[in-house]
């Protein structure tokens, strides 16, 4: 293994560059998903390995690699395609002795191409499944992309997924608890009006800032778990001597806990209510993730360990575990045993400084070929 990962290292950060300068905002991957089926396709193609390529409806590419014709249980591997750029225009890449940065190219398009040479590994060997395993380069991990392509591939295999491991962000920490949200746009009118002959009239603005002020008189601490929220932007108004006439808010919460999300939800509803009863407003639900479901806790345990152990194995140190939202809110919510890991070291994931240490790749790429060695 150690072989194929040096003989290959240059085509893989080769294609990791090629991946990462296609641009892929959520909704917008097709570009970088017809990409990856092509590559796929030619190496099936060229070794005979087992794959069902084809890309569905939400964008995903999937890769179907059973043991069995008709499966009863299968495991799911993803890695995401998207990226949290709205760039449209082929991305620049930079590559020095140390590191490769652009933006997008460690979340998550290093895991994508890690996935990528993992498999060829396998059908290089001339491996063969002997669990019912499926690749999937997903669509919408992102942002607003609301976990689309995730969704739409548990909705595909349905009750029979066993265990799924989604290839994101880098190797030092893995997901072991899911965080839940909710996201809004929030938009109040007024009549508005003159600033000076019209004094007395609702402003817009500042109803807003009434609502966020009782928003944040919220106490999340009181609630079990880790629970947040937050206003990410604000806008509204004309000019300075207008009374604003529409304010316009972007408002998420998240907790770790499916009670507790489903607390500030209640709390933040009531709040809701009461000003729309009041004012002329209007909430839009962007998103909405998951939080943990009932997960049988020795099927969980015994998923992270054996993925710390092989990280550790490889790298020398035991992954931190740690809360996030990610693509595996999904399986989690359903109580099927999920977790994410990557294959590199790196930093600034969601700036456009972001970088991929190139001495990192090696040791990732390892790790994820023990990790699909698990079913091979
Ligand atoms: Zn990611």
């Known amino acids: 293994m150690k072989a194929y990962i040096q003989r290959n290292l240059p085509a893989y950060i080769q294609l990791i560059k090629t991946l990462t300068a296609i641009p892929a905002p959520s909704h917008k991957e097709q570009q970088k998903a017809e990409y990856i089926r092509q ?15 084809f890309i569905d409806d939400a964008t995903n590419v999937v890769c179907e690699c059973f043991a069995d014709p008709d499966p009863a249980q299968v495991t799911l591997f993803l890695a995401h395609t998207d990226t ?20 997008g190219v460690g979340d998550d398009t290093t895991n994508v191409a890690a996935m990528m040479m993992g498999i060829q590994y396998l059908a290089e060997q001339q491996l063969r499944p ?32 066993c265990e799924f491991i989604s290839f994101d962000g880098g190797y030092s920490k893995l997901v072991d608890t899911a965080v839940g949200s909710e996201r809004f746009r929030i938009c109040i009118k007024t009549e508005g009006g003159h600033s000076f002959s019209s004094f007395g009239n609702r402003n817009a603005i500042a109803v807003m800032a009434e609502l966020i002020h009782r928003l944040y008189q919220i106490d999340a601490g009181a ?54 009863e009041k004012y002329d407003m209007t909430t839009e639900l962007l998103g909405s993730r998951p939080s943990m479901g009932e997960v049988d806790p020795k099927a ?5 360990n054996e993925v710390s152990l092989i990280t550790q194995q490889v790298t020398g140190i035991w992954p931190k575990r740690e809360s996030s939202s990610t693509d595996c809110n999904i399986p989690l919510s359903l109580g099927i045993p999920a977790t994410c890991i990557g294959a590199y070291a790196g930093k600034g994931a969601h700036t456009r400084e972001e970088y991929v240490l190139k001495d990192s ?6 790790i994820l070929i023990r990790i699909l060695l698990r079913k091979f």
């Not at 590559?39 to 390529?53: D, E, K, Q, S, V």
């Not at 932007?233 to 300075?240: A, F, K, L, P, Y």
């Open 130 to 161: 002997q669990q019912n395993v499926v690749f999937v380069f997903n669509s919408c991990e992102e942002g607003l992309g609301n976990l689309k392509g995730c969704r739409a591939v548990m909705e595909r295999y349905g009750g029979k997924v």
């Open 84 to 103: 949290v750029f709205p760039d449209e225009q082929p991305i620049e890449v930079l590559e020095d002795d140390r590191v490769i940065a652009a933006p």
């Open 300 to 304: 969980m345990d015994q998923l992270i």
């Open 39 to 53: 590559w796929m396709a030619a190496l099936a193609a060229r070794t005979g390995f087992p794959l069902n390529i």
């Open 223 to 276: 609630y079990p778990g880790r629970t947040t929220y937050n206003v990410g932007i604000i806008e509204g108004g004309t000019s300075v001597n207008t009374i604003a006439q529409q304010a316009e808010m972007l408002f998420e919460y998240r907790s770790d806990r499916k009670q507790s999300l489903q607390g500030i939800q209640a709390e933040c509803a009531a709040i809701f209510q009461e000003f729309s």
């Open 361 to 366: 790749l090696p040791a990732g790429l390892e």
